[in-house]
């Protein structure tokens, strides 16, 4: 990441040093070797900021509450997603590989969901 890209990332009014940025571009860097895809790296560029204008504990607070939010929402989509595997499968509306692509899940997955 250029300086630039940084400066248009954060706008005009984000509180930083000079050497703060210095460090922030370094971690950009970093992160960019490092993480997977677009979102990933957003993310912990995101955290990284953040780290520097606010204090950690309450950075690592409330990403730990976004992250329980999201395990018990997939906790969720997952009792739903079985459920309707157990429906749909007994009644023959479709196969156990053809829901598993629908659901987004393997097929072992299911297999499990139906006791097998």
Same mark, same amino acid.
């Given at each position: 990441?250029? %300086?630039?890209?940084?400066?248009a990332?954060l706008?005009d009014d984000?509180?930083l040093?000079? #050497?703060q &940025?210095?460090d922030?571009l370094a971690q950009a860097?970093? /992160? !960019?070797? @490092?993480?997977? $895809? *677009?979102d *990933?790296a957003r993310e912990a &560029?995101?955290a990284?900021y %953040?780290?520097m204008?606010? $204090?950690? $504990? !309450?950075?690592t607070a409330?990403?730990?509450? %976004?992250?329980?939010?999201a @395990?018990?929402?997939e906790l969720?989509a997952l009792a739903?997603l079985?459920? /309707?595997? /157990?429906? %749909? /499968?007994s009644?023959? #509306?479709?196969?156990e !590989?053809g829901?598993a @692509?629908?659901?987004?899940? #393997? @097929?072992m997955?299911?297999?499990?969901w139906?006791?097998?």
């Amino acid at each position: 990441m250029q %300086r630039y890209e940084l400066d248009a990332w954060l706008g005009d009014d984000h509180g930083l040093t000079n #050497d703060q &940025m210095v460090d922030l571009l370094a971690q950009a860097d970093e /992160i !960019s070797d @490092r993480a997977d $895809d *677009e979102d *990933e790296a957003r993310e912990a &560029m995101t955290a990284a900021y %953040r780290l520097m204008i606010e $204090d950690a $504990d !309450s950075v690592t607070a409330d990403l730990a509450q %976004r992250r329980a939010a999201a @395990r018990a929402a997939e906790l969720d989509a997952l009792a739903g997603l079985q459920q /309707i595997a /157990i429906t %749909r /499968i007994s009644s023959g #509306d479709v196969t156990e !590989s053809g829901f598993a @692509r629908q659901a987004g899940v #393997d @097929r072992m997955t299911v297999r499990k969901w139906l006791g097998k």
